[in-house]
């Protein structure tokens, strides 16, 4: 079951960016199955690792987006960026002393969509429509 899906208030305007986006969104809906018992704990360190790695990926797209257009806040986005791959590292350790994921996740959600991507990732977006004119 879908705990949020990507709406059209989270899209930035940039096809790469949204997609990827989407695809974590996906991605943390598995997580949230897991956290409810819907699949066994092998499975649930697959989607731990799907979720690093499609994070990961993302935000090194971003940085480099930041690098080449010389955006000027991307030293305190990018750190966000290290907070929340740090974040997940932590639950994924916790899972492995079998921890349950349940409300870390739905916290993990809430912090990664309402502070990260419609603030920062917003901010952004906004220089970089303004830099293209
Ligand atoms: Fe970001
Ligand atoms: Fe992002």
Redesign the pocket.
Same mark, same amino acid.
């Given at each position: 079951m879908d705990y949020f899906s990507w709406s059209s208030r989270l899209d930035l305007g940039d096809p790469r960016i949204d997609s990827q986006h989407a695809g974590i969104a996906a991605t943390l809906n598995d997580l949230r199955d897991c956290g409810n018992g819907g699949s066994d704990r092998a499975g649930c360190r697959g989607v731990l690792g799907t979720l690093a790695d499609r994070m990961a990926a *993302? /935000?090194a797209t !971003?940085e480099e987006l930041f690098s080449v257009s010389g955006y000027p806040d991307a030293d305190a *986005?990018s750190e !966000? *960026?290290r907070k929340l791959l740090g974040e997940l590292h932590r639950l994924r350790d916790e899972f492995d002393q079998n921890a349950p994921l349940g409300e870390r996740v739905m916290q993990y959600m809430r912090v990664w969509i309402t502070a *990260?991507?419609l603030v /920062?990732?917003k901010a952004?977006a906004a220089f970089a429509r303004m830099r293209k004119g």
């Amino acid at each position: 079951m879908d705990y949020f899906s990507w709406s059209s208030r989270l899209d930035l305007g940039d096809p790469r960016i949204d997609s990827q986006h989407a695809g974590i969104a996906a991605t943390l809906n598995d997580l949230r199955d897991c956290g409810n018992g819907g699949s066994d704990r092998a499975g649930c360190r697959g989607v731990l690792g799907t979720l690093a790695d499609r994070m990961a990926a *993302h /935000f090194a797209t !971003e940085e480099e987006l930041f690098s080449v257009s010389g955006y000027p806040d991307a030293d305190a *986005h990018s750190e !966000e *960026h290290r907070k929340l791959l740090g974040e997940l590292h932590r639950l994924r350790d916790e899972f492995d002393q079998n921890a349950p994921l349940g409300e870390r996740v739905m916290q993990y959600m809430r912090v990664w969509i309402t502070a *990260h991507v419609l603030v /920062f990732d917003k901010a952004y977006a906004a220089f970089a429509r303004m830099r293209k004119g």
